[in-house]
């Protein structure tokens, strides 16, 4: 074949690929790429949403890590929830995926019905575990009181008080850890049986299988899992919306409900684009750090 | 049959586009108001048929509607207030509309009203209360018009003050009174609060209510926040121990439990009396309660009371995207003048249970309800608040948490308001460095 005709092929299949993947470029450049750098530069104006955006340089950026209190505030909650949900998220989505990676009969109904959680829209699911928490005639304090009545305790206020209210939210969002569970099972089951059948032959029982075959094979979506939790966990914002409106004394008020209220309560614009930056480059850096620790953590594969 | 179920889509396919075609509005200049009575709501038909009335009424106009629930609204209409996208005539908070104004984002109702030669219907500037007005101007011309007259008032259930052999005389006027009547009313069982008299902080009532009641307020006239004064202290102690026999999780348990059943407290008969707005007149009549009530001034301080109430009204707009589009504005203009028509004014009100701004229109429409009397009689009293640029949500999420953490008594009142005060000037400071 002669070399124009491989050179005309060429470009023909790239301008195949190009049209093919013209929705996501699209989507890519117009409704991200662009929003994205307009909060950029709003982060470096001040603009109320009326009047156009007047340039005022770091500002924004100065205010929010010198005097703004609640910046702090709301932070510290996002860090809290993120240090304590995620590895306990990860500890769930592991177990279940441990007590699910069996074979007996009606496996998968179980295996849907830990997923189902997923599927609930937040919102819903928010109203619902509002009702299972409620101090007074909720169902979780109602099997709790013989707990009570045994160690002479108040029953917990679990969101209507400040010293609970976020672990309360943690726990609620432990019900869809069958999310993570379903990544973790897929990579149980490319485990080779031989591993398994090697340690069986040398003794080793359910505990040491676990801990020296299934885990370390599992570091990888046990990593991704956590790469995404932290992305989502910074984000934290629907339950505490509908569930606690960020209290009760700001003890849930988190960084992506305070950006929110910096744009549409106090119409700052500028400040709330300069907040989303600063949390992505908070989460960037995790990440980084986390990616670094990667081949330390992450089995890659035996190295011949 | 293949052919048949081709045919049968062309034609449910020539159905959609027809549906699709803009119908009445062919031809005719298209005008959007947005309001607060979506499809579904129990106010849909009544405005679809007020705007209705006026398309046919027009030859060149032709209005389209548009119902946000009033939660979803606010969002919507900010953000296309931003974007250049507003609706024509939208409704807003009247204590923000010089913000507004000063941001260019309205067309000048005084210069509208100056150039009007279209003979259809005029505004009845002198039908309209004058403190609502003053809300509404800006350097010296209007830029909206106030659309409802929002007050606050004392809601009592007659049948609880019956059955304690309680009469209208007994009805509490002061805050000593409300007290010593409101204990009368409660019920607790095994720890759990079955009915309450009354809460100050419950229902429609706020803090900065009360304080106007003892002539203070959240900021001084250059809208430096105060906060630190005793007369503070003791309003918000007044709150606190208004119901110190039970404990605040108790209090918030029993109003939880009401929000979550979507009960109002006073609807189903769980509070004797509560601070309530004119909604809560529609939302008894929605709740279908049958039980005999009252409405009565909110009570006052019992030396030096002032008698006040917080207004909150809606303002009506028009909203300038710059289109330069002179026939859609004297569109937008007339249908402006048909919502403040004195007989629209009473069609709306009937439609949404709300007081609206029109005075004579509000004496011809509360004739015959007692309750709409009386509640209409205290929007006479009723003030709004003032719009304070560097915090506007002042009385929401800013003051919020620190009122929670004194009502529940993690902070004393002194801390709970120091710490709000720094809070205001913090943001009073922010505020300064970007403006």
């Known amino acids: 074949m002669k070399a124009s005709s491989i050179q005309q092929l060429k470009k023909q299949e790239n301008f195949m690929g190009y049209l093919f993947a013209f929705p996501w470029l699209f989507g890519l450049i117009v409704l991200g790429a662009f929003p994205i750098l307009a909060s950029f530069f709003i982060s470096f104006t001040n603009y109320d949403m009326n009047q156009a955006p007047r340039w005022i340089g770091i500002k924004n950026y100065v205010i929010l890590f010198s005097n703004d209190s609640i910046f702090w505030k709301s932070l510290g909650n996002t860090v809290y929830h993120v240090a304590i949900a995620i590895p306990l998220g990860l500890m769930v989505g592991l177990a279940l995926a441990l ?22 829209s937040i919102v819903a699911m928010s109203l619902l575990w509002l009702w299972l928490f409620q101090p007074s005639f909720g169902v979780i304090n109602e099997l709790l009181s013989p707990f009570y009545k045994l160690f002479d305790m108040e029953p917990l206020r679990w969101h209507q008080a400040a010293s609970t209210a976020k672990l309360t939210l ?66 934290v914002f629907t339950i505490a919306y509908i569930m606690t409106g960020g209290g009760p ?21 500028g400040m709330a684009s300069a907040m989303a930056w600063i949390l992505l480059v908070i989460v960037l850096i995790i990440t980084i750090i986390a990616l670094r620790l990667n081949k330390y953590v992450v089995y890659l594969g035996e190295e011949s | 049959m293949k052919k048949f179920l081709v045919l049968f889509t062309l034609f449910v396919f020539g159905l959609v586009l027809m549906g699709c075609n803009g119908g009445e509005a062919e031809g005719k200049i298209e005008i959007e108001f947005w309001h607060m009575s979506p499809v579904g709501s129990e106010s849909y038909s009544g405005m679809r048929a007020i705007i209705t009335q006026f398309n046919e009424s027009q030859e060149d106009y032709f209005v389209k ?103 209208e005389e007994d009805v509490p006027e002061t805050w000593s009174e409300l007290k010593t009547v409101a204990k009368m009313f409660d019920i607790v069982d095994d720890g759990t609060i079955e009915r309450l008299g009354f809460d100050p902080s419950y229902g429609d009532a706020t803090y900065h209510g009360w304080l106007w009641q003892k002539g203070l307020d959240f900021f001084d006239e250059e809208l430096n926040p105060t906060l630190n004064t005793q007369g503070h202290i003791d309003v918000l102690n007044w709150i606190i121990d208004f119901n ?13 439990a009401n929000q979550l059943l979507g009960l109002n407290p006073f609807a189903a008969e769980k509070v004797a009396m509560i601070i309530g707005n004119d909604g ?19 009570p006052i301080p019992d030396e030096d009371g002032i008698r006040v109430n917080w207004g909150s009204g809606f303002s009506i707009e028009m909203y300038d995207n710059k289109k330069n589009d002179n026939d859609r504005l004297n569109g937008a203009f007339m249908f402006y003048k048909y919502l403040l028509s004195k007989e629209v004014q009473i069609e709306l009100s009937e439609v949404n249970g709300w007081i609206l701004s029109h005075i004579s229109a509000m004496e011809e429409f509360v004739e015959g309800k007692p309750i709409m009397q009386l509640l209409l009689e205290e929007v006479n009293y009723a003030v709004d608040k003032v719009y304070v640029p560097y915090a506007p949500s002042w009385h929401g999420n800013d003051w919020q948490p620190y009122y929670t953490q004194a009502l529940d008594r993690s902070l004393t009142p002194e801390a709970a308001l120091l710490q709000a005060r720094n809070h205001y000037l913090e943001k009073q400071q922010n505020y300064n460095t970007v403006n």
């Open chain 1, 249 to 269: 004394s700001r003890s849930t008020y988190y960084y992506a409900y305070y950006l929110f209220d910096k744009m549409m309560s106090d119409r700052a614009m």
């Open chain 2, 244 to 256: 110190d026999d039970l404990s605040r999780s108790q209090l918030t348990s029993f109003g939880e």
């Open chain 1, 170 to 235: 943690i726990l609620m969002g432990l019900w869809t850890a069958g999310g993570s569970m379903v990544i973790y099972l897929a990579q149980m089951q490319d485990i080779p049986i031989s591993l398994y059948e090697s340690a069986e032959v040398d003794g080793a029982n359910w505990f040491k299988k676990t801990l020296y075959i299934t885990l370390p094979l599992m570091t990888p979506s046990i990593f991704f899992n956590f790469i995404m939790g932290i992305i989502g966990g910074f984000q």
């Open chain 2, 65 to 167: 509607g548009k119902g946000f629930s009033f939660w979803d609204y606010w969002d919507k209409i900010n953000v296309a207030v931003s974007s250049k996208t507003a609706p024509d005539i939208g409704l807003s908070t009247i204590d923000d509309v010089v913000s507004r104004a000063r941001a260019g984002v309205l067309f000048n109702i005084s210069e509208l009203i100056e150039s009007d030669d279209s003979g259809y219907l005029q505004i009845e500037l002198d039908e309209f209360r004058q403190s609502q007005l003053d809300f509404a101007t800006f350097e010296g011309d209007l830029f909206a018009m106030p659309f409802t007259a929002t007050t606050r008032a004392l809601f009592y259930n007659m049948d609880m003050f019956l059955e304690l052999g309680l009469t």
């Open chain 2, 280 to 298: 809560l007149y529609q939302t008894i009549i929605n709740a279908g309660a049958d039980f005999s009530y009252g409405v009565a001034p909110i």
């Open chain 1, 99 to 120: 007590l699910l990676n069996n074979k007996i009969k009606g496996m998968s109904i179980y295996r849907t019905l830990f997923y189902l959680p997923n599927v609930v």
